[in-house]
């Protein structure tokens, strides 16, 4: 009916308003890494006018977060489609996983605006965020399973940075 396809929609809407944001805060966080190297990836939110009230940032930021820049923000939505593709709702278990999605994604921007190593960090830290919601998962299924003592916690990805 027309109410449970209202609840449906808003729901959705609101999820991806919580994607969105989540994915300006990781970026946020990359561009906060690299703030002495690479400035034009974002500004301190301390500089900046306020934010939106309703903006997750504005909740979160004491002055020391970055807002990511525009481009960069572009960047990480070309990172997450790229990631979504590669991985789709796990992890891909083949070797050099960082270093694929990383290649994907330089393959659609301009690298010499946004270097591998920046890229490549945000594709890293985008997988450890997936990394840690799976073993929540497994967490809470072992414990709806009754497996209390039993550790099946997905285990150390790691991949060298090629630069």
Known sequence: ??????????????????????????????????RCSFRHLGQPTATMQPLDEHHWLSYLSRGNCIYPSEDFQAVAKIMEEEFLKFHGNSLSKGPAIFNKVTDRVILRINETVFPRVVIHCLVKTRTYIRLRNMNI???????????????????????KILL
Do not use: M, P
């Open 1 to 34: 009916d027309k109410w449970k396809l209202l609840k449906e929609f808003e729901k959705d809407t609101a999820c991806q308003k919580i994607e969105s944001e989540a994915l300006i805060y990781v970026a946020g966080y990359v561009a906060h890494r690299f």
């Open 137 to 159: 998962k497994i967490k809470e299924q072992n414990i709806l399973r009754g497996k209390k003592g039993k550790n099946t916690k997905l285990k150390h990805i790691c991949n």
